[in-house]
């Protein structure tokens, strides 16, 4: 969908953050309902030869910062062949990778991409499986087996949770993240990200409009409040946005 340079907020140092348009999820609350489908105006059609000159002329800035690439989207994987061919590329270049990803993937299909990665976020959105599917369409019973699995490899890990009042901040949740992320991944880390409604403009631009929603954004004091309890359980709180 596009390619934004100089990004600070996705990953260490400064970053070309490359999204790649398609997802398997359709979250009530996106704010990229644009990644939804490879055709729409948003999307345009890039070879892997033009992403590779688009990044060399950023190169001096990731190594002076230790930045790189992060693959966002949409859902990178979606894209599972044009991905692992930039991963290859840039692994073989040298450049710091990271992905963000919602974990929605066949394990199989994607480890070796995943084994050449440097960082990884994922979202862990709600813990209840029901009620991830009516958030989400799907169940989150392959999203948590991968991440257990990411928890094993051999790359850095933060798992990034989207807060929205009334759907996901309740105590029973909070602790049942916590308690999984502590359980599975070693050293782990956690990033909230409280709502936002920024991208709600879109749904109309993109005759998605009965697909739009309006959420709550947490308060300043019941965030600190979730990053306290998460806190509890040894786990640390960092901040990339």
Known sequence: MNIQNFSVNDGEGIRST????????RCKWCSNPESWSLNNDYVREMT???IVKEIRKNMIFYRYSQGGITYSGGEPTFQRDFLRAMVDTFY???????????????????????NKL??????????????HKELTGVDNEIILDNIKRLG???VDLVIRIPLIKDINDSLDNIK???FFVNEHIPNGKIEILP???LGAYKY???GLSRFKNTFETPAKEEVFNVKEIIKSYGIEIVDFK
Not at 18 to 25: D, E, Q, R, S
Not at 98 to 107: A, L, P, R, V
Not at 125 to 131: A, L, T
């Open 48 to 50: 892997l030869d033009d």
């Open 18 to 25: 490359v999204f790649l348009a398609g997802c398997p999820l």
């Open 204 to 206: 109309d631009k993109l």
């Open 92 to 114: 073989n270049m040298g450049v710091h990778q990271t992905i963000e990803t919602c974990g929605y993937f066949i394990w199989d299909h994607v480890e070796d991409i995943l």
């Open 195 to 197: 709502y936002h409604s």
């Open 176 to 178: 049942k993240t916590a």
């Open 152 to 154: 094993k490899l051999n």
């Open 118 to 131: 440097d960082f990884v976020f994922v979202d862990i959105k709600v813990m209840d499986g029901k009620k």
